[in-house]
């Protein structure tokens, strides 16, 4: 009872910076609130879209020994000339691959989601923010934004964006010190992802409307400004960057350049956020810093004009409703929490062990109804089918997430298309949609590209399913409890 009983002692919550030794009431809550995170992320089956594609291009660019200067992977667009920005990610992916498969892929962004929420607790340490509200907002704001905690090149962002964070809120308190990162967090960024540009919707605000010494900053962000040259593409990767984001394809196709709608719980948090933060306001009326709601407002329409953003987002909203809850809350909590040492620390390896114990290619051996390692969507038997059957002829049609699949696990034969939605032209994807629509004139589209294989999810294109099977020009050749390959006769 003694650890239940800790909110009796007599010690009382104070400044923040008395709660920085290890496993305290502070580091313990931190902790725990790190442990979730990885936890949600490691539990999450592997989703093919963003990340097989991107370890097809490390594997070329290691192969060759430099970064591809045309299209590769499709029998329509290969030789265009395109740009490959998110090359150094693309070896990063492969080479984890390569050295520890899933289970290694897993922990990695693991390491890079804990790298995130721990960064941003030392933001809400820096504003003194008590640590139970702290924990309680990274958690439900955290499990809102679980839907980006997937491998992929953004997820080696999301540490560079609360660090840059970090450096501004220490900045806006006459600490100087590290301002001299900024240009070195750059240039990881624009190697990393095209996100980099995010970094600039930190710092220009922070220059108008922040309250440390400015001309230190402007210098900083000046160098950063010519730190993004260091890269493949030099000056040229802020062409490429508004290049994707005004591309056509992109803009009708992708799923996350799409407006986000109001369903789901996670959906529900993040739109109601925007009615919860002037009610908060106006009932509390906290003393809130000018610039968090020029961030809040700049982020704010960024999430609501894109699913991509959601996740820069929800990190400032993080900070903001520790802003204005962290008075009202402090009242609340006159005592510190669980300051019992020895049992934060068996705590705390327990929930360490549940981590390693639900990654990927380690949770099997126990849990047997656990989540999948890959998620149902990859054709895993389909694609190892395929490969032992080369003599098929032909060029392979498939749906979207088989190819991003297919890109790696069968690397002999060019596909339709990848996720790489800007390197195809929005007549392609109205191909492609005629097909998986089965419309009437789903043939011709597929005589048109020389296409003799189908591969496809008949679980999902269920229309494509019924009418290609109902055709006396295909024979079905493969099927499994997810996918089928049919073979034009």
Request: hydrophobic content about 50%; some cysteine.
């Given at each position: 009872?003694?650890?239940?009983?800790?909110?009796?002692?007599?010690?009382?919550?104070?400044?923040?910076?008395?709660?920085?030794?290890?496993?305290?009431?502070?580091?313990?809550?931190?902790?725990?609130?790190?442990?979730?995170?990885?936890?949600?992320?490691?539990?999450?089956?592997?989703?093919?879209?963003?990340?097989?594609?991107?370890?097809?291009?490390?594997?070329?660019?290691?192969?060759?020994?430099?970064?591809?200067?045309?299209?590769?992977?499709?029998?329509?667009?290969?030789?265009?000339?395109?740009?490959?920005?998110?090359?150094?990610?693309?070896?990063?992916?492969?080479?984890?691959?390569?050295?520890?498969?899933?289970?290694?892929?897993?922990?990695?962004?693991?390491?890079?989601?804990?790298?995130?929420?721990?960064?941003?607790?030392?933001?809400?340490?820096?504003?003194?923010?008590?640590?139970?509200?702290?924990?309680?907002?990274?958690?439900?704001?955290?499990?809102?934004?679980?839907?980006?905690?997937?491998?992929?090149?953004?997820?080696?962002?999301?540490?560079?964006?609360?660090?840059?964070?970090?450096?501004?809120?220490?900045?806006?308190?006459?600490?100087?010190?590290?301002?001299?990162?900024?240009?070195?967090?750059?240039?990881?960024?624009?190697?990393?992802?095209?996100?980099?540009?995010?970094?600039?919707?930190?710092?220009?605000?922070?220059?108008?409307?922040?309250?440390?010494?400015?001309?230190?900053?402007?210098?900083?962000?000046?160098?950063?400004?010519?730190?993004?040259?260091?890269?493949?593409?030099?000056?040229?990767?802020?062409?490429?960057?508004?290049?994707?984001?005004?591309?056509?394809?992109?803009?009708?196709?992708?799923?996350?350049?799409?407006?986000?709608?109001?369903?789901?719980?996670?959906?529900?948090?993040?739109?109601?956020?925007?009615?919860?933060?002037?009610?908060?306001?106006?009932?509390?009326?906290?003393?809130?810093?000018?610039?968090?709601?020029?961030?809040?407002?700049?982020?704010?329409?960024?999430?609501?004009?894109?699913?991509?953003?959601?996740?820069?987002?929800?990190?400032?909203?993080?900070?903001?409703?520790?802003?204005?809850?962290?008075?009202?809350?402090?009242?609340?909590?006159?005592?510190?929490?669980?300051?019992?040492?020895?049992?934060?620390?068996?705590?705390?390896?327990?929930?360490?062990?549940?981590?390693?114990?639900?990654?990927?290619?380690?949770?099997?051996?126990?849990?047997?109804?656990?989540?999948?390692?890959?998620?149902?969507?990859?054709p895993i038997k389909a694609a190892a089918w395929l490969h032992?059957?080369?003599?098929?002829?032909?060029?392979?049609?498939?749906?979207?997430?088989?190819?991003?699949?297919?890109?790696?696990?069968?690397?002999?034969?060019?596909?339709?298309?990848?996720?790489?939605?800007?390197?195809?032209?929005?007549?392609?994807?109205?191909?492609?949609?005629?097909?998986?629509?089965?419309?009437?004139?789903?043939?011709?589209?597929?005589?048109k590209y020389n296409i003799h294989l189908v591969l496809f999810?008949?679980?999902?294109?269920?229309?494509?399913?019924?009418?290609?099977?109902?055709?006396?020009?295909?024979?079905?050749?493969?099927?499994?409890?997810?996918?089928?390959?049919?073979?034009?006769?």
């Open positions: 009872m003694e650890w239940i009983n800790l909110m009796e002692t007599n010690e009382p919550i104070t400044s923040h910076k008395q709660n920085n030794k290890v496993l305290s009431s502070a580091s313990f809550l931190m902790l725990i609130g790190l442990m979730l995170m990885a936890m949600l992320t490691a539990i999450q089956p592997l989703q093919p879209n963003d990340f097989f594609p991107y370890v097809r291009i490390g594997e070329e660019i290691v192969r060759t020994k430099s970064i591809p200067a045309t299209e590769f992977m499709t029998y329509t667009q290969g030789g265009k000339p395109v740009e490959y920005q998110y090359w150094l990610p693309s070896v990063i992916l492969w080479g984890i691959n390569k050295a520890g498969g899933i289970t290694l892929t897993s922990i990695t962004v693991m390491l890079c989601i804990a790298a995130y929420y721990f960064l941003l607790w030392k933001c809400l340490q820096e504003l003194e923010i008590i640590p139970v509200l702290a924990l309680t907002c990274l958690f439900v704001f955290g499990l809102t934004a679980g839907s980006y905690y997937i491998a992929r090149p953004q997820v080696f962002a999301f540490p560079l964006f609360s660090l840059t964070l970090l450096l501004l809120i220490k900045w806006q308190k006459s600490d100087n010190r590290l301002l001299w990162l900024l240009p070195i967090i750059t240039i990881l960024w624009v190697n990393l992802h095209g996100s980099f540009i995010v970094q600039f919707f930190l710092l220009v605000p922070a220059i108008i409307f922040g309250t440390g010494n400015r001309k230190k900053l402007i210098i900083a962000v000046i160098v950063a400004l010519f730190a993004t040259m260091v890269n493949a593409y030099g000056f040229g990767i802020w062409k490429s960057i508004f290049t994707i984001v005004r591309n056509e394809a992109n803009q009708i196709y992708s799923l996350e350049f799409q407006k986000p709608t109001n369903e789901g719980w996670q959906a529900n948090i993040l739109f109601g956020s925007f009615l919860v933060i002037p009610v908060l306001t106006t009932l509390l009326r906290p003393k809130v810093k000018f610039i968090y709601w020029i961030w809040f407002m700049g982020f704010g329409w960024m999430a609501l004009s894109g699913i991509r953003y959601g996740i820069w987002y929800l990190g400032l909203l993080i900070i903001l409703m520790c802003l204005l809850l962290n008075s009202y809350v402090t009242t609340l909590f006159k005592r510190e929490l669980f300051q019992n040492r020895s049992m934060n620390l068996v705590v705390s390896v327990f929930l360490f062990m549940i981590v390693i114990a639900v990654l990927p290619g380690i949770r099997e051996y126990w849990w047997k109804k656990g989540p999948p390692s890959y998620a149902e969507t990859t032992q059957n080369p003599q098929l002829p032909g060029e392979v049609w498939c749906d979207f997430t088989s190819c991003t699949y297919l890109t790696y696990a069968l690397p002999e034969r060019k596909l339709f298309m990848t996720n790489r939605m800007d390197d195809f032209p929005v007549e392609q994807y109205q191909d492609y949609l005629k097909v998986t629509n089965g419309f009437h004139n789903w043939q011709q589209v597929l005589d999810d008949y679980v999902e294109l269920t229309q494509l399913d019924d009418t290609i099977s109902g055709s006396a020009k295909w024979d079905e050749v493969y099927r499994d409890g997810r996918f089928k390959i049919l073979v034009q006769n």
